[in-house]
């Protein structure tokens, strides 16, 4: 270990001379376009800079970003521009004509600390003396910031680093072949002819806009592709870039990628560069070019697998690695993200042995010599041959690399990559593992917390939703949400189904504006509101027309959009009212699909003596009915209807039999921009159908005994037998003397029997439930009547119904 640790000395005793050599061989060329570029990316990789960017003296007083190099300048809020005659850090450098450096406590007391998504960051301002002058910042996030030797390489960075005024190409100049113009406010590019034909595009079939050829990449390569040519995430400066583009027959090809982003000077920023072949150049990509590309793969990388994704595609093949793992380090323990290879076999036997769900974990004290170098914080490497444990010995019998992740003062993870066959580490592998590390590390702290905040949100709105929906009746229903990945603000998507009385069925799918706690306060408020006015018995436009009235009277600005079915099991029949929400569309047994594009009212909340139209929907056994929210069926590049003809178009494959995975299915394609709700019900129909009376009880003496009288001889039809007869006129006499008694108004008797059960419900216009006494003297007159029903029910009870409520009981065995 000695051994290691005194290399790691002299290598960084001898980073100036690198560091000269390369920038003399750079500066050798100054014709060269790439020259202030790779100037700048020799801040990266010999100061452990995340970012290195130059500012020149511009029109308007004003120091202007003119070229950067690493983590996009956004990420810690660097500006465009600053005033010559501020207090900014670059300002004040350029002034004074020397270097600034500023740790986190100088920083917090610096206006430009306020943009900055994190605080724990060390910013260096040095002039630039050279060419027209300007200033040299560069941010790190190490822990001890820039030390001696990484300022003096900064110093040797600022002196070498010249930057002449550059020919801005005229609107109307005639692009090169290879060459093209990218305007950045409405995406239409102009192309030369080489650019088309390496597409494989004539100029005919090109219709001047940056989605078709960016529609002809391969996917994988989208992510840094658009760190280049959308405007948040590209700084003004040359930029280079690798991707590939797809081919009619074959292996993609590999293309290159120059641009610079132009200030428009009152004008819209343009994008202008060249795109060349670069299937012959794969070989001559160097080091600092890897360091960039991974750059442009972290910055767009939100969770901690796409932190894994990136960093194994940037090392893994470049270094002929035959393995690399990436782990988060928690509670002592490293917890795998990311394996390549991901089969178990190709790992040490302890990992196998803690291989507990897709990725192993092992705790850090069965590796001590990784755990010392976690704890020194910088890469380690050990050639073939080093006495190892075995749980790293087996990770690189021919070398290893370890890389500590570290941000901000803290150990985030690692990353381990070995090789099978003895590897020997030069000089510009060694600042490629380092610059990689401090990348990979800043990237995956930022992916934690978003994973971990990220989960929170949806955490939270699941708590707003069903926890299972309820089995129904001839019919089988299943649900989805999915949270939106764009941002952690709570959505406002929600789904629900109500089982109704006499074998109906609510669908109920929803969704309030906006993405907020508040959105979602509204949401849980809407469900509960639709809820109680459904299970009231209230038609469905009276459901719906009550929520509206509802989220008028509230205090808010916000809206919400429903859709509300209602089934009628025992029909097969439907009927839907929509507030300005996406029809439901339905899928038939024979595979035929229909979107029932139904009158709908307007959103709930915006008018408020707003009509509710219900709309007839007829369901054969083998239908399913499907609803959701517009996350599903509408994006920025998707109109509504070319979404619900998807979704219909879906569906018709599916296999109905099968609904949680046609479910699945259906959101596996979706946008991750908005949230999604989903609601699948297949209508099987009820097996037996129940069999129904019904009986007005008038106010007459008499009431009584003819409600009982339609009892028996209804009862007798269905074959009933005398002891559950008997049970049930006993129940029908206590209910109907109570109602005539204690209300007034309409009384009603419904009788219902399926499955050899008896339900016997007694309707009445007073909204007071009934009480059940809790004790009776001997010398009580009544008081008696909810005890024996109570005693001869299998169950009973009270369920409030449209202006009054209902009493009913259950009795078992009735024939």
């Known amino acids: 270990m000695a051994d290691v640790v005194s290399e790691g000395a002299?290598?960084?005793?001898?980073?100036?001379?690198?560091?000269?050599?390369?920038?003399?061989?750079?500066?050798?060329?100054?014709?060269s376009p790439e020259r202030v570029r790779r100037t700048l990316e020799q801040a990266l990789v010999f100061a452990g800079a995340a970012l290195a960017a130059l500012y020149t003296p511009g029109d308007g007083d004003l120091l202007r970003l003119v070229e950067s190099a690493g983590v996009p300048r956004t990420f810690y809020g660097l500006r465009e521009s600053y005033p010559l005659d501020g207090h900014s850090p670059a300002a004040t450098a350029h002034r004074a004509g020397r270097p600034v450096w500023l740790g986190p406590a100088e920083l917090a007391d610096c206006a430009e600390s306020r943009r900055m998504p994190t605080r724990d960051v060390h910013l260096a301002a040095l002039p630039v003396r050279d060419g027209t002058g300007g200033c040299l910042l560069a941010v790190s996030e190490r822990p001890g910031g820039f030390g001696a030797d990484d300022r003096t390489c900064l110093e040797l960075v600022a002196e070498a680093v010249t930057f002449p005024a550059p020919a801005v190409p005229a609107e109307d100049e005639e692009l090169r072949p290879n060459a093209f113009s990218l305007a950045m406010d409405t995406g239409r590019v102009e192309v030369g002819d080489e650019i088309l034909e390496l597409f494989g595009m004539s100029r005919a079939d090109f219709d001047g806009r940056v989605e078709t050829l960016l529609g002809l990449t391969v996917p994988e390569d989208l992510p840094s592709l658009m760190s280049v040519v959308e405007a948040d995430h590209m700084s003004i400066g040359e930029r280079e870039l690798e991707f590939r583009v797809l081919q009619p027959t074959g292996p993609p090809r590999w293309l290159r990628l120059r641009g610079r982003l132009l200030p428009g000077d009152g004008r819209p920023a343009r994008l202008v560069g060249t795109v060349t072949d670069a299937s012959s150049l794969r070989g001559e990509v160097t080091d600092v070019s890897r360091v960039q590309r991974l750059a442009a793969a972290l910055a767009t990388a939100g969770t901690v697998s796409d932190v894994g994704q990136a960093v194994v595609a940037a090392l893994r093949k470049p270094l002929r690695a035959d393995r690399i793992a990436l782990a988060e380090l928690e509670n002592e323990r490293l917890v795998v993200t990311v394996l390549d290879p991901p089969e178990p076999d190709s790992w040490p036997e302890l990992w196998q042995l803690e291989w507990r769900a897709e990725w192993p974990d092992a705790p850090v004290r069965a590796m001590p010599t990784l755990a010392a170098a976690l704890r020194e914080g910088r890469a380690r490497i050990w050639p073939a041959g080093t006495a190892l444990e075995p749980a790293l010995a087996e990770v690189g019998p021919g070398g290893l690399a370890v890389l500590p992740l570290s941000a901000g003062g803290r150990m985030a993870g690692a990353c381990l990559i070995g090789w099978d066959e003895p590897h020997e580490f030069g000089p510009d592998e060694r600042a490629l593992l380092t610059a990689s590390a401090g990348l990979a590390g800043q990237a995956l702290t930022r992916a934690r917390a978003f994973d971990a905040e990220h989960e929170l949100v949806g955490m939270l709105q699941r708590q707003l939703l069903p926890r299972r929906l309820p089995e129904l009746p001839g019919a089988v229903a299943v649900a989805r949400y999915l949270p939106a990945t764009a941002g952690l603000e709570l959505g406002g998507d929600w789904y629900d189904v109500i089982p109704l009385s006499e074998h109906h069925v609510a669908l109920v799918i929803g969704d309030v504006q906006g993405h907020s706690a508040g959105a979602a306060t509204l949401m849980g408020q809407m469900r509960t509101a639709l809820r109680a006015y459904a299970t009231e018995g209230h038609p469905p436009d009276v459901v719906v027309s009550h929520a509206n009235r509802l989220l008028m009277e509230m205090e808010t600005d916000l809206f919400a959009t429903c859709c509300y079915v209602d089934v009628d099991m025992e029909e097969g029949t439907a009927w839907c009212v929509r507030a300005g929400h996406p029809p439901p569309v339905l899928r038939y047994p024979d595979g035929s699909t229909d979107i029932a594009l139904t009158d709908g009212g307007p959103p709930l909340g915006v008018v408020t003596r707003a009509e509710f139209p219900m709309t007839p929907l007829r369901l054969l056994p083998g239908t399913v009915?499907?609803?959701?929210?517009?996350?599903?069926?509408?994006?920025?590049?998707?109109?509504?209807?070319?979404?619900?003809?998807?979704?219909?178009?879906?569906?018709?494959?599916?296999?109905?039999?099968?609904?949680?995975?046609?479910?699945?299915?259906?959101?596996?394609?979706?946008?991750?921009?908005?949230?999604?709700?989903?609601?699948?019900?297949?209508?099987?129909?009820?097996?037996?159908?129940?069999?129904?009376?019904?009986?007005?009880?008038?106010r007459v003496p008499e009431a009584a005994r003819q409600a009982r009288r339609f009892t028996r001889r209804t009862l007798r039809t269905w074959g009933v037998s005398a002891q559950a007869m008997d049970a049930a006129l006993l129940v029908v006499s206590e209910l109907v003397t109570n109602a005539l008694v204690h209300t007034d108004g309409r009384v009603r008797l419904d009788l219902t029997l399926v499955n050899h059960r008896l339900r016997v419900a007694v309707t009445d216009a007073s909204p007071r439930s009934p009480v059940k006494p809790t004790s009776l003297g001997w010398e009580a007159t009544g008081g008696r009547g909810l005890l024996l029903v109570e005693a001869v029910s299998d169950a009973w009870g009270t369920v409030p119904v449209s202006g009054g409520k209902q009493v009913w009981s259950e009795l078992a065995q009735a024939n």
């Open 10 to 31: 002299a290598e960084r005793r001898t980073g100036h001379p690198r560091a000269e050599i390369a920038l003399k061989t750079i500066t050798a060329d100054p014709a």
């Open 625 to 698: 009915i499907a609803l959701t929210t517009d996350g599903l069926v509408e994006s920025a590049d998707l109109d509504i209807d070319t979404g619900l003809d998807r979704l219909a178009h879906e569906l018709a494959v599916s296999d109905p039999a099968h609904l949680g995975l046609v479910a699945d299915a259906l959101l596996g394609n979706a946008h991750r921009g908005d949230d999604v709700a989903l609601l699948l019900m297949r209508y099987d129909g009820m097996a037996v159908k129940p069999l129904r009376e019904g009986w007005t009880v008038w």
